[in-house]
């Protein structure tokens, strides 16, 4: 391209002197001729010869800029074909470079974003050392033999939850409000009220103790550098806490609107079974099948002493219809009822009391549902 920058200035310059050669030599020869020819009138010939030579200059000058006209043309033509080139190939280059980043960079974009309950089409075995590497030491090394126990019952495990690293911070989240529940629930109903409408929430708390106080705004802070709140603000002349949930993110919402409730009994029931120095294999969110063909996804399969505790987890209301199904679901595991739990978050005693005599399940809640597996384990450990 700087080639044909200087051709062209060389183009344009050799048209500027021409003109100006040519005019003299014009004006020069049309003033002779005209003193030949008026030899008497000196000044009438002079007049003569200039004006000719003017009017030869004009023409000149005309063809001058059609012909500068048509090489700016020709040059910008040229100029543009380079130019357009060089795009061309600045966008291959563009989009090699594109091919070259985008596999890493949707690797690095989907590790953050773990889903807490995710299920993988694998070999139930094959997930065994992840789960032992990060469980209690007397969680057995595999699955083995919970996978053979249900396989004599003709129930098939397709896949379960896998250990992430995101487990361990929901996991820990999930109990500390768990176990604080009676001081948290009025903050929980309020970030839940602010996921659903997608507004900031204000929290006040200027009548309450010093330790709802501390607990409230400890765990907003805690949310928050989990990214689990976008946005944490606490007024401590107000006592106010301004906050805002993450709003989009599936499992930030899935965990806040129930999913910790899980969770936290996870956590409990590995910490009694550790407690009480027995050995156990769990499976989190089983999916199963059983001889029949119906699939089910199940919350939490304890094997403890070859024994199965069963677990189910629900923080919502619970209709007839569920209660049903999971009656059934215990006579096709051959599970005892006294080893299969329905745990409610917020179940009344009476409500536990008169659904467990009604139905064929041990329905528990929050405040009891330890006790209850506690006497479970010891049955097992007895026989």
């Known amino acids: 391209m700087a080639l044909q920058s200087l051709n062209f200035r060389n183009s344009i310059t050799k048209l500027s002197f021409t003109p100006g050669l040519l005019a003299g030599a014009i004006t020069l020869c ?7 020819l008026l030899p008497a009138s000196g000044i009438r010939a002079a007049l003569v010869g200039s004006t000719v030579g003017a009017a030869g200059v004009t023409i000149l000058r005309k063809r001058q800029e059609q012909d500068v006209k048509q090489i700016v043309e020709t040059h910008l033509e040229s100029y543009l074909g380079v130019i357009n080139g ?6 291959n280059q563009f989009q090699q470079l594109q091919d070259q980043v985008k596999a890493p960079a949707q690797i690095q974009i989907a590790q953050p974003q773990i889903k807490p309950q995710p299920v993988i089409k694998a070999k139930i075995s094959s997930q065994s050392s992840s789960q032992s590497s990060h469980a209690d030491n007397t969680q057995s090394t595999n699955v083995a033999d919970l996978i053979a126990w249900l396989n004599t019952r003709n129930v098939k495990v397709e896949s379960a939850h896998e250990f992430l690293p995101i487990d361990d911070i929901f996991d820990n989240l999930a109990v500390i409000l768990g176990e604080n529940y009676t001081i948290l629930e009025p903050l929980h109903y309020q970030i839940i009220k602010s996921l659903q409408t997608g507004r900031k929430f204000s929290f006040n708390l200027a009548n309450s103790s010093q330790k709802s106080v ?7 802070q805690n949310l928050h550098n989990q990214s689990l709140l976008d946005s944490y603000y606490y007024d401590k002349k107000q006592k106010v806490i301004h906050a805002a949930p993450q709003i989009g993110k599936a499992e930030i919402t899935q965990f806040l609107n129930g999913g910790w409730f899980e969770r936290f009994v996870y956590k409990k029931v590995t910490q009694l079974l ?17 001889q029949n063909g119906d699939k089910f996804e199940l919350d939490l399969l304890f094997l403890v002493n070859n024994e199965l505790i069963w677990i189910e987890c629900k923080s919502g209301q619970q209709s007839s219809s569920a209660l049903k199904s999971y009656c059934e679901r215990r006579r096709k595991l051959a599970v005892p009822k006294e080893k299969a739990f329905l745990v409610g978050l917020k179940l009344s005693d009476v409500q536990i009391a008169s659904w467990t005599e009604l139905w064929d399940i041990t329905v528990t809640n929050s405040n009891d549902f330890l ?13």
């Open 214 to 220: 501390s607990l409230c705004t400890q765990f907003c």
């Open 30 to 36: 049309c003033g002779v001729t005209a003193s030949l």
């Open 371 to 383: 006790k209850r597996i506690r006497s479970a384990v010891r049955c097992s450990t007895d026989s």
């Open 86 to 91: 060089e795009v061309i190939t600045l966008k």
């Open 274 to 290: 550790t407690a009480q120095g027995l050995q156990y294999q769990y499976l989190r969110n089983p999916q199963i099948v059983f």
